[in-house]
């Protein structure tokens, strides 16, 4: 997948923003979760979304278990097991 560059956001013009929203959306919709995988195997945890879950976040742990977690203000907040 293209590498995207987030360092410009702030001094794009609307039209270089747009570009950027465009390949930006078309790299989520051929996500092939490969990153996620990798930070799995090496022991970290990943954070996802879920349409079920519209208010909050899915934490998904190396061993398999998931919670469902928010952030107030810089802290994550465990809402519950899933």
């Known amino acids: 997948m293209e590498q995207l560059d987030f360092s410009m956001l702030d001094t ?5 923003e747009c570009r950027f929203m465009d390949a930006f959306t ?3 919709a051929n996500d092939s ?3 996620a995988k990798e930070h799995l195997a090496a022991g ?3 954070y996802f979304g879920d349409d079920q879950f519209p208010d ?3 934490k998904e ?7 469902l977690v928010t952030f107030v203000d ?3 907040i465990i809402l ?3």
């Open 44 to 46: 970290r945890s990943v």
């Open 61 to 67: 742990y190396p061993d398999g278990r998931r919670q």
């Open 26 to 28: 078309q790299a989520l």
């Open 33 to 35: 979760g490969d990153v």
């Open 74 to 76: 810089d802290d994550e």
């Open 56 to 58: 909050a976040v899915v």
């Open 12 to 16: 794009m013009t609307e039209a270089d």
């Open 80 to 82: 519950r097991d899933l």
